[in-house]
């Protein structure tokens, strides 16, 4: 899609979009882009792939999905703002399912009208996306569907509900027998309400395919993520998160193609010990709340510092890609069961006991040889605000340094951020 | 029990209180009591009940439940901090359900080792009365029942399980045909748990027996929320809200006994035109987060304000009683299916949609002749600060006023709060 010259107004205009509001935005997030992502040394050459994603967010990407639909090649876009939407389930029908934008503060006035101040940035952060109408994926989606997970995003879809078609899933925060068969029927419903969007049938071969495709681009960013371990590490955590936000946004086939290109890449550097960082970098491991586009704050603080992240146990990190769906059914049924089974797995902080998510983080520690350990909350996230406590225990019980954080969208902090990770990057 | 001189200090140290801390904590709530309850005018005489229920509070009552353990005529104290954990079950298996303290802020430093700072007042409330050893319920409990309810509560269970036995309860969070299964099965679980921790069987007497008595007790309430209804009211909103936090902590039959007394002088003194404040004092509808023991910092400004809380629509009022359980079920399993359904219609913020707690509302300042709805939130209790949104929506529609309120257990804001409870009983 790189240089083409296509004027995009038209398609915002079509989506109901604030055009100047949206003017402002792209620019500021462009100006951040430049100064997080192109100051970066010696990044891999096929990390070109994210400069052309990045430049297409809103515009060529947007577009190709209108245009597919358009064409009939997809029936329908899907929006979502969390990892247990299954997006095969989606994919199977012949539709599309896209994170919608939720990575930065907007219309905070507006939002505040609806929302309490003390929210989450995340959920302010779609509700001001929607309110401001900013957000060419929210704006094109045809039915968003949420999920029951926390607190406030189980109330905040209420809100969001007024203002598109949205169908919710009711997520488990126990694992039990019975809570799995639960999941299982909740993932057969929604293939009845996406099938019901979309007019088309899932049908075991076009589940099948959907399945496959999936885990490639699952693969792919398992290879990605385990060349990471190498000191020096071949590529950044700052491209390794936009890759990992770019797995919800972009085109899957594209999207794998790009990651296996890039882990060719680093395969190379590996071998001819080539870094992003120079060897012996302070190498932290990042876990907490996930960072969706362009909450690229932390890791631009860490890394600039001097510091490299070299894994992300987050839903924008491993939690996407560790764990594949079962290749293995015959039927349709048995392939829903198969990809209900994979995300009821998911490590996330609804969960309780939660335990396998400290145990993913000490066991990435160890595989990716961090050399400490930040833990990082959105403000008013409680789950994750309360999990800080027993992965702090858990971190010194396996001898990494550990510093968590609790953060938010705004700049005002960054200050505070850079001395306190500057320090924690000396001590480890 | 009242003017027996009894010696607990014995007993507080047999539950390894930290007597000292209690002392502290019993005389500030004492001073409390006086300075809020005892300075009300025209009280009716039978609200003595009350008086001496705060008095053997934390001593006659826990000595007479643990008189009653060593004699066998109860088996185990089952601790709970919510509504949803039935206490028609554990009356039929021979123990007895008791609230434990969660109403003030103690040790707030212990607590903020284990808890963040930012965590809701109720959950910091009952982390510190165990921290600090100064609550006679907590420590004389055999068993405390948890409920995954909020994130907060989810998370803080997790803790303190380290320091208690606990067993959780996972409550939906929807409302369909197979949650109301799954919450049945949850509570056949518990029944089996609780049988297993007092060593005796549920049978269909006994169960029918407390499905009895408890709706006695809520026969009692609803017949008291009944006679709040006239103008002027014969009972303040702080003693109806203690006769509320009374029915988590007292003898049943004895409860009963009291509420209906009190009941009976209420309805002579409306037949009289008799009041606790002045016809025409400004009548204020409450709904919002429970309120424990000590916590009626802001009934006590309302109601020296010059207004008079007329209902609580909260887990300390009307959702305590409002729903009875069918009395007819045969089989042991059937009652338990009674019980269970009878608590699934609880309007808790918890449920999407959460349409059912704005009708109650509106109904209850319908019925109540309330002159204005006042609804509270304790801080970071995500819940209600979200729903409070919708509260105004639907007060609005109705002709109510409408005044949302955050707080915590400090006195710091009760100036403030003053000032704009003032301002809005003016208003109305």
Redesign the interface.
């Known amino acids: 899609m790189a240089g083409e010259t296509v004027d995009y107004y038209p398609m915002w205009k079509s989506l109901d979009m604030d055009t100047e509001a949206h003017d402002g935005l792209l620019g500021a997030v462009g100006q951040m882009y430049g100064d997080m992502f192109l100051t970066q040394h010696n990044r891999p050459k096929s990390t070109s792939y994210l400069d052309n994603f990045a430049t297409n967010l809103h515009s060529g990407r947007i577009k190709e999905m209108l245009d597919a639909k358009e064409q009939g090649r997809i029936k329908k876009i899907i929006g979502s703002f969390c990892l247990y939407v299954p997006e095969e389930i989606v994919a199977a029908a012949g539709g599309v399912e896209v994170g919608l934008c939720a990575g930065a503060d907007w219309a905070p006035e507006e939002v505040e009208?609806?929302?309490?101040r003390?929210?989450c940035p995340l959920i302010k952060g779609f509700t001001g996306f929607k309110l401001g109408r900013v957000c060419p994926y929210i704006e094109s989606a045809d039915l968003v569907v949420g999920e029951?997970t926390?607190?406030?995003k189980?109330?905040?879809?209420?809100?969001f509900a007024t203002q598109k078609p949205m169908y919710?899933m009711?997520v488990?925060?126990?694992r039990t027998d019975?809570?799995k068969q639960?999941w299982r029927?909740e993932v057969h419903r929604l293939a009845e309400r996406i099938e019901q969007e979309t007019g088309q049938k899932i049908t075991a071969d076009s589940l099948r395919r959907a399945i496959k495709e999936t885990n490639d681009k699952r693969r792919a960013l398992q290879r990605l993520g385990r060349v990471r371990a190498a000191d020096p590490t071949p590529i950044s955590g700052l491209d390794s998160l936009l890759i990992t936000q770019a797995a919800f946004m972009d085109d899957t086939p594209r999207l794998t193609a790009a990651i296996n290109a890039i882990a060719d890449e680093c395969e190379q550097r590996v071998a001819k010990g080539e870094g992003v960082a120079p060897k012996g970098a302070k190498r932290v491991l990042y876990t907490g709340t996930p960072m969706a586009v362009p909450n690229w704050k932390l890791f631009n603080i860490i890394e600039k510092a001097g510091g490299v992240v070299v894994g992300e146990e987050c839903c924008t990190g491993s939690r996407y890609y560790k764990d594949l769906v079962d290749e293995g059914g015959e039927t349709v049924d048995e392939m829903i069961d198969n990809v209900a089974d994979r995300y009821l797995n998911i490590h996330c902080?609804?969960f309780?006991?939660n335990q396998d998510r400290e145990q993913d983080v000490i066991g990435m520690a160890h595989d990716l040889h961090a050399d400490g350990i930040i833990d990082c909350s959105l403000?008013?996230c409680?789950?994750y605000?309360?999990?800080?406590?027993?992965m702090e225990a858990a971190a010194e019980k396996a001898g990494f340094p550990f510093m968590h954080v609790t953060t938010n969208y705004s700049t005002e902090d960054a200050g505070q951020l850079k001395t306190r990770i500057e320090a924690f990057l000396e001590m480890i």
Chains 1, 2 share one sequence.
């Open positions: 009208k609806h929302l309490p003390n929210t029951n926390r607190d406030g189980k109330k905040g879809y209420e809100f919710i009711d488990p925060h126990v019975e809570t639960m029927n902080a609804i309780t006991p403000s008013f409680t789950i605000e309360m999990e800080a406590f027993g």
